[in-house]
């Protein structure tokens, strides 16, 4: 029997947004990994690096990226323009269309989907160098979706040391193959962390897999991030522009290699 991926994906054309320089997905292949965190450090990079940036959270039930900007639902909503961050990183996500932040978004697929695609083809985003989409974990409808209406430039895959990266990695590749998506590179996230009695590294989840998966799959590995409490606190603060990272930096590098 065919996939979803293998009967769809002729027959959806992708809409196009030539305003819109370069549009990368971040996905991963399960949750609880740190995908929403660095979709915000690549848009925050982005932008520290002179680059107009902007985020479309995919993530429509679980999203997190407007806490991490300190933006609020029941703040002025004007139409189809995107909200705005400090740094003038454009954002729009359902959360922030919610009358509270804590109502449970109760959606079946075709209505994830239609709100992803409106997010896309109506906002009024303007010009942008990168906007960078926040992906639900999996390989189910939302990145169905994106994968087949938006021409993307490329996916980042987060990972983390478990022993089931490897797996749910190469799940994610093959979703992004058979919808002839490039994969940019793959960030293996919470790989250790630093004592901040001895400073010694810890590898709390396990030995590092970043290098063992990029030698296996041929994705190239971007970085190793920690766990690291003041990241935490700054997301969680609204505040996480102010973080500094090297993470775009890195993407790029990749990229001209």
Known sequence: MASDTSQQKGKIEKIS???IKHVIAV???KGGVGKSSITALL??????????AGILDADITGPSIPKMFGLKTGQEHRGFLPFES?????IMSLNLLLQNED???IWRGPLIGGAIKQFWADVEWGEL?????DLPPGTADAPLTVMQIIPLDGLVIVSSPQDLALMVVKKALKMAEA?????MGLVENMSYLICPHCMEKVEVFGPSKGEEISKS?????????PLDKKLAELCDNGSIEQYESELFKKLLDAQHK
């Open 17 to 19: 947004r030539p305003e």
């Open 27 to 29: 996905g991963s292949g």
């Open 43 to 52: 848009a925050v990079g982005a932008r520290k690096e002179g680059f107009k």
């Open 86 to 90: 400090s740094l003038d990183i454009k």
């Open 103 to 105: 109502d449970p978004v």
């Open 129 to 133: 160098d990168y906007l960078f989409i």
């Open 179 to 183: 919808m002839n998506v490039p994969v």
């Open 217 to 225: 799959t041929g994705v190239p590995l971007l970085d190793t991030l």
